[in-house]
């Protein structure tokens, strides 16, 4: 929705303190005006210069800026999409700003203080401000990019950069070296024969046996066994390999005896093992190896006297000895739905030297530090998986950007001068797990080029003998897997929609518009709704974007033709089931902590009371209860950004938020608590009869918010809301284009037709002509795949935001007014999962589970509407679009003006 969208464009667009143009920092691999993109960051604001670089062979905005050098954070809500602090490597030692102490990064900054992102086309002189997120805009030859720190409005009108884009085009731009986008060919491992020659390797089927011994190597074994995982699945050999593993517990992992503290990092592995293949570790073998962890974590160092065997420091995992078995055990337990005691997730990052890297030996702190790939790698994993030490993955993930070789390997340890097989490995699964898919696919091609005729994998570069050791790390790096994410599982290969409609629409609005079957069959696809159930926050990413997921729940309610999959979504939220990084729609909405957002928790209560589930029983909470305490007392004030006056909800960053909330209080009954949050809409309605899309307001006019806080108003009734609501209705048939359509912040965009046609569908009959215009308007920008565009005349291709707005927004149903009923359909099933990277979907303790930037764009979610904001504005407004799961959209979409991200 609008809101959305506006909070990416404020986010996206910063202010340039810069007075004069900046000279502009060059090295390395040159860019021509018609070869590779070129970007600048302007440091101006924390007392830098204008920097910039270059790549070559661009992809996507996010991928310049990191194939240019610099680094980035995104917010522990959103995930890497939203870039809330970047870095660059010459200038004060990497340090990446805005420094924790001005901003935390843990939710979406303020619309008044970020990064905004501006582009500018081949040949053109003029900023634009970006309608994508960073990972959704798709580069060519001659694209220019800009990242500035301030704010702006929704339509970039202030805040733009003190330069212009041939003042970052001029003086032969280039790429740092190291730092840029590695140049090795691109290939990839062939899995299956590296499968094929572990297996080879295995004695009587079951187990490996080194050269020269007689008895087992059980690491070796389940190393194997994670390989066999990641590329057969569920296999007759891979079941014989865990039976033998399972039958061995006692003499891998208990070496002392079964009375003795055993080995942690065997334990970890066979943990690891039971939860990829489906099997209980706490009843694996015959014991409980998540209580064999959790039992034996160190309390204390041999500094405190404590001279408990096998300890190192405080948070250990006894025996392990070295960081790989340190962050086996974490996760583990992780995979296990077990919350790791907060020490031993503290001592991974204890292991973190200056430079980012990670050392291997569980050394004490303030020991000598020397870090290599591997460990940094998996550790990075680990710690990315366990969340709260971004700032640590964000060093490692330098770290391992600045020590990857041209042709895109690694180096095994400090003073080597040659590429290993398993550092290369690690480091392209954290890579490709923290976003960098360039390096990470760099990193595999130079793996595939290692590769033997037989399919195993040597040491290091150059060899000729193939070892089990390093042939499983490679095989998962191939596969695309890591342990984090390795299941054997398979999702089911996508079926064909139906041919006819399981539903009808409630109440079409009048006039020609889109084909909602191919529309919700866009939506649904197995490329898009992941598992059936969530969409993901980008591509390659494993973490679920809940706000643009229940927008697309949004739409199928409205749509009625697809009630399996709509079931699907709300059950997963429902069972609060996790996405592959282990979060649930908790993460999103922040109940029950300090960043509690009213928008996130209206936006999940309003889809329970549309499909008649219990809002006051829903995902393991009490929603109407989160709402009625989410509402402001009274603002807060700086550096507190929670409530922007008497009435908002809590950290709700727009008037899409805003109305989510108050429209989800309403359906449940909770008039008078919802009192003042109406109150406080009201009195943000201009004199012209629009909203504008942020709280506090920037006294811009929005289509899409408008719309929204039309429809809550007449949701909420009389005289004094029926009078706002006909003004609203007037101002927004005021704003139709001549092709239909209606302004956004990307310009002409889907996301604002939609939802201006669910505004005037509240007076049909006077506006009739009007909803038909802007129906045929969202046909004309649907694709042959059933998606749609984000605006017209911009970037093409379907965008899944804009697709959930224009699918629901189509039919002319208010958010007020959404119903669909679920009666006469079953729980789906989880599928069993498909492809070398399944997510991973669990629940909680008890079925309720515990505990999530963009498929198309956006982030997490978080504060900001996923529905109706315009994406591409929404970087800031993500922010601010809280109802949407604002956070994420923003993020993600920077933000597009699909409109599913408020």
Known sequence: MSFVSALVVLVAAGVSFLTTAPALADAGVECTATKGAVVAVDFGPFGGSVERGCDP??????????DAGFSTTGTQHDGPAFICRIGYGPFNSGTQYPTSDKESCVLTPSATAYWSYWIASPGQDEWTYSQYGAMDRKLKDGDVDAWVYGGTDIGGTTGRPTFSPDDVRAGGTHTPDPGGTPTGAPGKVDV??????????????????????????????????????????????????TDFLAAHVGDFAYPSGTGQAPDATAVARLALLAEITERDPRAFGGHDLIDALTANVCAAGPESGDATPGCTAKGDFRSSSYAEGQALSVLALLRAGVTPPAATVDRLTQLQCKDGGITGILIRPGEYCDGDPATTGLVALVLHKADGHEDAVAKARTYLTQGQRADGAFLGYTGSTTGSITATAYAAQALRALGDSGRADAAVGWLSRQQLKDGGFGFEEGATDPAVYPTPPAVLAGAGTSLVTLTTQRTEPPSTPPATPTGTPTTPAPGVGPDLNKGVAYLTSAANLRQGQYYTAGTGSARADF??????????AATGLDNARLRGI????????????????????????????GG??????????????DPRHFAGHDLVAALAKAVCAEPSTAPDRSCAAKGAYTYAPSVFAQSLAVMAQLRAGEKAAAAQPIAYLKSLQQPSGAWPSLIPSTKDSDVDSTAIAAMTLDLAGGAEADRAVAKALAWIASRQLADGGFPGAAGDSVNSAALAVQGLSLDAGKYSARITKARKFLASQQNSDGGFNVAKGGQRGSDLRASTQAVGGATGISFGRLERSLTGTSAQPTPSPSGSAPDIITTGPGGAGDGGTTANGGGGGGVLASTGAQVGALAAIAALLMLAGWRTVIVARRRTDSGSGR
């Not at 706000?547 to 199928?556: K, P």
């Not at 059950?571 to 300090?594: M, N, P, Q, S």
């Not at 936006?603 to 589930?613: D, I, N, P, Y």
């Open 57 to 66: 062979t661009p992809t996507t905005g996010y991928e310049l800026l990191h």
């Open 600 to 613: 996130s928790i209206g936006k999940t209560a309003l889809l329970a009371e549309a499909v008649g589930r």
């Open 547 to 556: 706000g643009l997921t229940i927008d697309g729940a949004y739409a199928l």
């Open 192 to 241: 299956t024969a590296a499968a094929t020659w572990l297996k080879g390797r295995l004695t009587d089927g079951e187990r490996i046996v080194d050269d020269g011994a007689t008895t087992p190597n059980h690491s070796l074994t389940a190393d194997t066994a994670y390989a066999l995982a990641a590329v057969d699945g569920k296999s007759a050999t891979l079941d014989k390999v």
């Open 570 to 597: 709300v059950d997963l939220l429902d069972h609060r089931g996790k996405d592959g990084e282990g979060r649930t729609v908790d993460d999103w909405t922040g109940i029950g902590t300090a960043y509690a957002a």
